[in-house]
């Protein structure tokens, strides 16, 4: 389950999701927030009827903006409506920002199951976080680090961004010293995007906004994996790295195309699929604004932005490829025969030859795929031949 709470301090200029700035978010718009989840939740549950819950994620915005109380109440509700997998624990993660994260309440969100905190820390430089529009400092990325460490949460998961404004090879190479001093289980590293309609683009119209080479960027991204990969944290997917057996669950599911239920603005679903109606699953979006998802919600009328989208064959073969080619493991072509009734090669032979001739892809005898390490520098190039 992803849960989206739309909340941040304010709002940095490079950021695209569904986010408003309130702080301070007040009790009031935070209880009528947490009731329209609830609300949603038991709405939508039985098109998962029978399943049982692997993850829940709390991403944003800025979770930590909520009170531990409120986090607990959807944590309840959650496992009240979908039993726990016998197979695994369920991991339940709580996205937290440095600059607003009260650390006393670390241990009340620990107590109220949440077992891995994702810091958006960016950088340990500055200079750098000050480019970026970030609301705290170095200072307090190493306070809160340390706290959720004290809190014992048992996974610890940190993001960056590089290729920034500004950043130089050795800013990178100072923060991922950093990283490594804090022996995180999980880090997620995003080379820096110029998204459509952010203060950023118009800055970079206007030519005020100074990113780093292509050179230097493809450089920093071979260093990162580098560096990690020499303290044990390996690349899996990517933007993702990990220690051994602590790869993201949830972000997994997406990867692999399993069911995730999304509740609250912009949220995304992924529904199973329903016999002969939708084989192939279907995928539905919120309304990204909270006040008409919330009336939405409130009035029982709709808080989806559009009606569903039903999966074909062939967006979801197209999917099933591009997605598994996200994971360094990549497309099983067994797998994908059982689902989809023939190999990749089969539906895709002209793109895959190109992409070898590219040296972007490997293939191997059975018709398994994966990317090389340049076809992980162009991904994007890749994925959108499958599209
Ligand atoms: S803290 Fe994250 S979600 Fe919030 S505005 Fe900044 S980038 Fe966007």
Redesign the pocket.
């Known amino acids: 389950m992803y849960v989206h709470v739309p909340?941040?301090?304010?709002?940095?200029p490079?950021?695209?999701?569904a986010?408003i700035?309130a702080r301070p978010l007040t009790r009031e718009l935070e209880d009528r927030f947490v009731a329209g989840l609830l609300v949603e939740l038991e709405r939508r549950a039985p098109a998962f009827d029978g399943r049982r819950l692997a993850s829940l994620y709390f991403g944003?915005?800025?979770p930590s903006l909520l009170h531990p109380e409120s986090v607990e109440r959807v944590v309840e509700a959650v496992h009240r409506a979908f039993p726990a997998s016998p197979e695994a624990a369920v991991e339940i993660t709580l996205?937290v920002?440095p600059?607003?994260l009260e650390r006393s309440r670390l241990p009340d969100f620990r107590s109220a199951g949440v077992a891995r905190v994702s810091v958006?820390v960016?950088s340990f430089q500055d200079p750098v976080l000050k480019r970026l529009?970030?609301?705290h400092g170095a200072a307090e990325a190493h306070r809160t680090l340390a706290a959720c460490r004290d809190a014992g949460f048992p996974s610890l998961s940190l993001d960056l961004i590089y290729a920034a404004p500004g950043q130089s090879a050795g800013d990178l190479e100072r923060d991922l010293a950093e990283v490594t001093s804090f022996a995180p289980e999980h880090v997620s590293a995003y080379e820096l995007s110029v998204e459509a309609g952010t203060p950023f683009a118009l800055a970079r119209e206007r030519g005020q906004l100074e990113l780093p080479a292509e050179d230097v960027a493809l450089a920093m991204a071979r260093n990162l994996e580098e560096r990690l990969a020499a303290a044990g944290i390996q690349r899996y997917e990517i933007s993702s790295y990990a220690r051994p057996g602590c790869e993201a669950v949830h972000n997994t599911r997406y990867w692999r195309r399993r069911p995730v239920l999304g509740i609250g603005p912009s949220a995304v679903s992924t529904d199973p699929p329903v016999s002969d109606q939708t084989p192939f699953g279907s995928r539905r979006r919120n309304l990204p604004a909270v006040v008409p998802w919330l009336e939405g919600i409130e009035s029982g009328s709709a808080a989806e932005a559009s009606p569903p989208e039903v999966f074909d064959a062939a967006t979801a073969r197209g999917e099933a490829v591009f997605l598994a080619l996200r994971e360094l493991r990549g497309l099983d072509a067994g797998r994908f025969a059982g689902e989809f009734g023939a190999p990749p090669r089969q539906f895709f032979a002209a793109e895959i030859d190109e992409l070898r001739a590219d040296g972007l892809v490997d293939e191997d005898a059975d018709g398994s795929l994966r990317l090389t390490r340049p076809g992980r520098q162009l991904a994007d190039t890749v994925f959108v031949r499958f599209v």
């Open positions: 909340f941040c301090e304010r709002v940095c490079y950021c695209d999701f986010v700035a944003g915005g800025t996205e920002n600059s607003t958006g960016q529009g970030r609301a």
